[in-house]
């Protein structure tokens, strides 16, 4: 584990911001780019509607679709009682991000989709100023049934429903994996530590080398925006990470 200089000025220096970016930024209260001349790449492009939940799943291969198959039919743990359905997860089987939250809330539930809520237009924000789309990351949760009244997850859940994303994560061998949230974050990393002592670390994924960042979740930065600038630092210390390897 290994900590890193302040990165928030990481678009200062950049030079070709699409809109959508500049917009995303904006959305993440990030506003640090210079003016660009109309010239930029993108500069004709629509602003993103951070609410378009618009997903693409790749063509499952087989391993792929036994795996939500298993998911769809779970019955480990309690919560299979009370689910309107499971959330297996969405994106690239080949994505370079994933990006793993804590459990389904009421919509995710309803929709069968991670972070279609309000919070999950704040995340696809976060991907877009990124410089990525949201169908060409991967988005899980660790839990992939909905808690009831969204209470916290038990431990006994998460035991037997860790295998799911530690199959998931091998599966899509991302470059990097984000983890959104202290609930995510003290999983993925087998810790009690608080989050601000877990965030602009870079850990592994247990059992890989797959690098591991850990951020705030979207629905705290609903209610936190200014620990906006925080999250936008942790990301951008993910690129950094991702960049190099
Ligand atoms: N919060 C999460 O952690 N995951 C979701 O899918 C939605 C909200």
């Known amino acids: 584990m290994y900590g890193f200089a302040d990165c928030g000025a990481m678009y200062q220096t950049m030079d070709r911001l699409s809109r959508r970016q500049k917009h995303c930024l904006g959305v993440m209260d990030i506003q640090m780019w210079e003016a660009r001349s109309n010239t930029d790449v993108g500069e004709h492009e629509e602003p993103v509607n951070v609410s378009d939940q618009s997903l693409c799943i790749t063509p499952p291969r087989d391993p792929w679709r036994s795996l939500q198959h298993e998911v769809a039919v779970c019955v480990r743990c309690e919560l299979h009682k009370t ?17 793993v939250g804590e459990a389904p809330g ?3 539930d309803r929709q069968g989709l991670p972070f279609v809520g309000r919070a999950g237009g704040l995340l ?3 991907i877009v100023a990124l410089g990525a789309r949201r169908e060409e990351v991967y988005i899980a949760n660790v839990l992939k049934c909905r808690p009831p009244n969204n209470r916290d997850p038990l431990g006994v859940e998460v035991r037997e429903c860790e295998a799911y994303l530690h199959r998931q994560v091998a599966h899509v061998n991302p470059k990097i994996i984000v983890a959104l949230g202290r609930f995510a974050a003290q999983s993925l990393v087998k810790t009690t530590r608080p989050i601000g002592k877990l965030r602009q670390h870079v850990f592994t994924f247990e059992g890989s080398e797959i690098p591991l960042i850990v951020t705030y979740h979207p629905a705290y930065l609903l209610r ?3 620990d906006k600038r925080k999250a936008w630092q942790d990301l951008t210390l993910a690129k ?3 960049d190099r390897t």
């Open 83 to 99: 689910r309107a359905q499971t959330v297996f997860g969405t994106g690239s089987e080949s994505a370079d991000w994933m990006f």
């Open 124 to 126: 696809t924000a976060m």
């Open 224 to 226: 936190n925006p200014l």
């Open 106 to 108: 009421a919509e995710e």
């Open 240 to 242: 950094r990470v991702l």
